[in-house]
């Protein structure tokens, strides 16, 4: 079941050109921090087209955020988990975890190969294959951080009598472009639904009836992101937990970015 509760207000942002270094990001999430922002969350690309031309890593920027802040929930939003490794993922994240006193939000998804994210470096371009990959992948990468032991013998993934430690709670949001079945039952299963295109706030409504046919667990976060012009306050009592305003990914302005940190998030 999805549970009623206050929204949160996070920045959604691309570490890319002038925000394209970790000590930025870390110098960021404590402004917004201070400012009362409740979360932190960061894209996570290789590449994105010839408008981009420096990303930072995203991984080394949530480390960054970790030791600069307190309170502030942070994370990747979101990782492709056809890329990555789910054992080396699941180390990284319960690390972080632990850095942060749990903080630590892991976002995953499918990607998206339209700059050739994935084909320009030799990975998995079939969005249907991605699919199947992000799914054993998900059920890897939570058995091991459950610390339980794990025998996983798949058509993607091997994870052999393994078990890993420490196993902290790190919490997953799946996201997913609205209208999508696929998505929203994938993250029904998890702990959160990041939607992905959502033009107006009352297809919010079609969203969250869904999810509440899928029972998810109580708990369960709504995610939607906005520009920075738009107003929040439609969307605040519509279902979702958390409404994000959207930094990027072109002609990022640093004193243009702080001003947004340093506001806070206004309307909650």
Known sequence: MIDAMTTRRGLFVAP????????VIGDLAASAEAAGWDGFFLWDHLQYGEQVTAIADVWTCCA???????????????TPLARRRPQVLARQAASLAVLSDGRFVLGLG????WVGEFSAFG?????????RMLDEGLEVLAALLSGSP????????????????????????????????APLRRSA??????????????????VTTRLADLDPVLGFEVVVDLRP???????LDRGATWVLTRIGPFGLDLSEVR?????GPGTR
């Not at 890319?16 to 000590?23: E, H, S, V």
């Not at 013998?153 to 999508?180: C, D, Q, S």
């Not at 012009?229 to 969307?235: E, G, H, L, M, T």
Request: hydrophobic share 40%; net charge negative.
């Open 123 to 131: 990975d998995e371009a079939d969005p249907k294959v991605r699919g």
């Open 64 to 78: 960054a955020m970790a030791m600069r802040t307190e309170k502030l929930l942070f994370g990747p939003m979101v």
């Open 110 to 113: 499918l990607g998206d190969d």
């Open 229 to 235: 012009d738009q107003d929040p306050a439609a969307w």
């Open 16 to 23: 890319f050109d002038a925000l394209a270094d970790p000590r």
């Open 259 to 263: 001003r947004i940190a340093e506001a």
């Open 150 to 181: 794990v025998d996983h013998e798949g058509a993607h993934y091997t994870a052999r009598g393994v078990r890993f430690e420490p196993a902290p709670r790190v919490p997953i949001w799946l996201a997913g472009r609205f209208g999508n079945p």
């Open 189 to 206: 299963r998890h702990d959160g639904f990041f939607v992905i295109g959502l033009d107006r706030a009352e297809d919010l409504d079609e």
